[in-house]
T-cell receptor
Framework: ETGVTQSPTHLIKTRGQQVTLRCSSQ?????VSWYQQALGQGPQFIFQ???????GRGNFPPRFSGLQFPNYSSELNVNALELDDSALYLC??????????FGQGTRLTVV | EDKVVQSPLSLVVHEGDTVTLNCSYE??????LLWYKQEKKAPTFLFML????IEKKSGRLSSILDKKELFSILNITATQTGDSAIYLC????????????FGTGTRLKVLA
C-alpha cells in the first residue's frame, strides 16, 4: 500500500457527460500528478499540481482540468466525455522531486 | 518529441531464468529514470536512477543507467512466478515544470 487513495475504483459514464475523479495523496506529499493509461499502453501524463497550482501539463485538451486542495488532495475533471476517454486514471503523489507513488486507479468506461 | 521505448514488448520465461529488460530514451532536460512494476492497477516503485554506471539492487532485481548511450536495463535473476507483471520505465524531465514520460512497458510472464 502506498498511502495514495483514489475514488471511485470503477465508473461508467455516458458520452457527453462530465466526471470527477478524486485522489488523496500520501501524507507529507505536496505534489500530485494524473495519468491516463489506455489498455496495453503506458501511462500518459495529463498534468501535475504542486501546492495548489498546475505546474506541468501533457497533450490533453482543456476539457481535462484539475484542482489541488490545501491538504494536497486533488481532483481530475473531464467534461464532454468521449468514448476514447475510457481508460485507467492513475494519480501519483510525491514530495517535490522524489519518486512518485501511485494509487490503485479509477477505471472509467464511457459508453 | 520526448520518447521512451521499452523492449521487448513481451517475454515468456521459466522459473529460475534470468531476464534483462531494456529502456531507451530521447528526451530533453533529463532528470532521472524510474522503473515500476504493474501487476493489476497501481504501478509500484522499484528504482530511481540519476547517475550513470551506478547499479541499484534490491534482492533479485537490479538496474543500471547509461546516460551517454541513453538507456537503462532492469535485470531479474532467478525469476519466480510472482515476478509476472508489466514493467514500466519512466523518465522524469524538468523544463521548469516536471513530468514523467512512460514507455509502453514490457509484459513478463514467468511459467512454473
Amino acid at each position: 500500500e502506498t498511502g495514495v487513495t483514489q475514488s471511485p475504483t470503477h465508473l461508467i459514464k455516458t458520452r457527453g457527460q462530465q466526471v470527477t475523479l478524486r485522489c488523496s495523496s500520501q501524507s507529507g506529499h505536496n505534489t500530485v500528478s494524473w495519468y491516463q493509461q489506455a489498455l496495453g499502453q503506458g501511462p500518459q501524463f495529463i498534468f501535475q499540481y504542486y501546492r495548489e497550482e498546475e505546474n506541468g501539463r501533457g497533450n490533453f485538451p482543456p476539457r481535462f482540468s484539475g484542482l489541488q486542495f490545501p491538504n494536497y488532495s486533488s481532483e481530475l475533471n473531464v467534461n464532454a466525455l468521449e468514448l476514447d476517454d475510457s481508460a485507467l486514471y492513475l494519480c501519483a503523489s510525491s514530495l517535490g522531486t522524489a519518486e512518485a507513488f501511485f494509487g490503485q486507479g479509477t477505471r472509467l468506461t464511457v459508453v | 518529441e520526448d520518447k521512451v521505448v521499452q523492449s521487448p514488448l513481451s517475454l515468456v520465461v521459466h522459473e529460475g531464468d534470468t531476464v534483462t529488460l531494456n529502456c531507451s530514451y530521447e528526451v530533453t532536460n533529463f532528470r532521472s529514470l524510474l522503473w515500476y512494476k504493474q501487476e493489476k492497477k497501481a504501478p509500484t516503485f522499484l528504482f530511481m536512477l540519476t547517475s550513470s554506471g551506478i547499479e541499484k539492487k534490491s534482492g533479485r532485481l537490479s538496474s543500471i543507467l547509461d546516460k551517454k548511450e541513453l538507456f537503462s536495463i532492469l535485470n531479474i535473476t532467478a525469476t519466480q512466478t510472482g515476478d509476472s507483471a508489466i514493467y514500466l520505465c519512466a523518465v522524469r524531465v524538468d523544463s521548469g515544470t516536471y513530468k514523467y514520460i512512460f514507455g509502453t512497458g514490457t509484459r513478463l510472464k514467468v511459467l512454473a
